[in-house]
């Protein structure tokens, strides 16, 4: 049996690996194609278009890969009306995935979508749009389950599996030790190209005076796919890079430098104190500060239900304010420690273990026997 299965950046690469992943321990007769990354790719799943070709974020900057865009979900339609899946799993990604969605629908593909449109935090009108063609949404948070609910939807709550994989790789993987006598400052610049190309001059210059002010080692974390080109500087500055899984690095760092997404959470889950900053377009920003609904833009920070770490955005995401903020985190053990203890809140509120196997089996649910 064939099932197609779609994600679009790394965070959903990461889920889609693991929810492809349960799927075939409870059913191994399974088939997987669709589009994702390497992760997906390594469990099994084959792909018809690879994720990192239409990655990007903000509203008008895909303008550029509209096109690119386009074909790619010509590509995607044409291989499952050839292959005619069982029912297609959607990964987050919505303003690609829910105009996708309504096309396989009509073509008689039972559609499941796994980690819910944040229509809790804007454009809630999408939720009457999703009722026409979605069998079931598998969502991350209970409150969110709700809402779906409420509009007519089949909606089951799985958790975030994101806690069960960190602490499975801090099992397995022990935090990478530091050396003697330094701290160490891990820098996560985001996980797509035009993020890293914002972020990366004003995270790197503060890093580099951090380390200069103090005792202490700068790494730099790439997300998978991105190249050493897109970090300039970073040897000359005596910094060095971790590839790989990122938490046992993150366990054992005194400060994390992070572009706003899923890392902040699994920052926050390998207890990590944080700055967490955003730039995008001018145009991009204005509108989103008129459609956003939510006081905090860190995943971290919306599931603490305060801002436990600050959030520099647009013009407040400078080298001086990043460094005045990591600073506080570096030179005071009751300031670090006290998000510390506010982490481990957070991991208690994504649930228990478990969350990848609760997903496969509400899609198992909608699959024929």
Not at 176 to 200: D, K, L, N, T
Not at 203 to 220: G, K, N, P, S, Y
Not at 320 to 333: K, Q
Not at 347 to 368: D, Q, T
């Amino acid at each position: 049996m064939k099932v197609f299965v779609s994600a679009g950046e790394t965070s959903g690469d990461r889920l889609g690996a693991s929810l492809v992943r349960e799927l075939g321990r409870r059913r191994p007769g399974l088939s997987f194609f669709g589009m994702g990354g390497e992760r997906m790719e390594k469990e099994g799943v084959v792909r018809v278009a690879d994720s990192a070709e239409i990655s990007v974020v903000g509203l008008f900057e895909v303008i550029g890969k509209l096109p690119a865009v386009w074909r790619t979900a010509r590509r995607l339609e044409r291989a499952a009306i050839r292959e005619r899946p069982a029912a297609a799993i959607l990964i987050d990604f919505p303003d690609f995935h829910l105009r996708l969605g309504r096309r396989l629908a009509r073509r008689g593909v039972p559609v499941v979508y796994y980690v819910s449109p944040q229509v809790w935090a804007w454009r809630s009108g999408r939720v009457k749009g999703m009722k026409a063609f979605v069998r079931r949404m598998i969502t991350l948070f209970p409150f969110e389950t709700e809402i779906y609910r409420r509009a007519g939807i089949d909606a089951v709550c799985a958790g975030h599996p994101i806690a069960d994989e960190v602490e499975e790789r801090l099992r397995t993987d022990p935090p990478v030790p530091r050396r003697p006598g330094r701290q160490r400052i891990a820098v996560m610049p985001g996980s797509r190209a035009g993020e890293v190309r914002r972020h990366w001059p004003i995270l790197r210059d503060a890093a580099r005076r951090l380390a200069a002010e103090r005792a202490a080692d700068v790494v730099v974390v790439p997300a998978p796919g991105v190249a050493d080109a897109l970090f300039p500087g970073a040897e000359e500055a005596g910094m060095t890079f971790h590839r790989g899984d990122p938490e046992p690095l993150l366990a054992a760092s005194d400060v994390l430098l992070v572009s706003s997404g899923t890392s902040t959470l699994q920052g926050a889950l390998c207890g990590v104190p944080m700055v967490v900053v955003y730039r995008t377009s001018a145009a991009t920003m204005a509108l989103a500060r008129r459609l956003v609904k939510t006081p905090h833009i860190a995943l971290a920070n919306i599931v603490a239900g305060e801002r436990v770490v600050p959030e520099l955005v647009q013009e407040e995401a400078t080298v001086e304010g990043v460094r005045r903020e990591a600073a506080r985190f570096l030179d005071s053990s009751d300031a670090a420690d006290a998000v510390r203890r506010r982490w481990a809140e957070v991991r208690e509120k994504l649930g228990p273990r478990g969350a990848s196997a609760r997903a496969a089996e509400a899609v198992l649910e909608v699959l024929p026997a």
